[in-house]
């Protein structure tokens, strides 16, 4: 096991933080999504960035989860990796 993962298991023995960890799944799963859409259309962030006529760097926040994207851009995200954007909900 690596420090990372090992320093994680252990951060997640309390129980705050693992509450807290937990409720970021739905960010951690679109942002997963994210990077598997782009890779599976073989481009890279700037590629995506020019397709969507926006800048790397935008693209760079979107994929760490440190920006907060609207409905469109997420739109302009799938269209650019040759994908459509589908929503739906579940009960929690």
Not at 24 to 47: H, P
């Amino acid at each position: 096991m690596s420090g990372l993962q090992s320093l994680k298991n252990k951060s997640l023995e309390n129980t705050e933080v693992k509450a807290e960890y937990d409720s970021l799944e739905a960010e951690f799963k679109l942002i997963s999504t994210l990077l598997a859409m782009r890779a599976s259309a073989g481009l890279t962030q700037l590629q995506v960035a020019e397709r969507m006529g926006t800048r790397e760097s935008n693209i760079s926040r979107l994929e760490q989860g440190t920006g907060n994207p609207t409905i469109k851009t997420l739109m302009k995200y799938a269209q650019a990796c040759g994908c459509e954007l589908s929503l739906s909900f579940t009960h929690a």
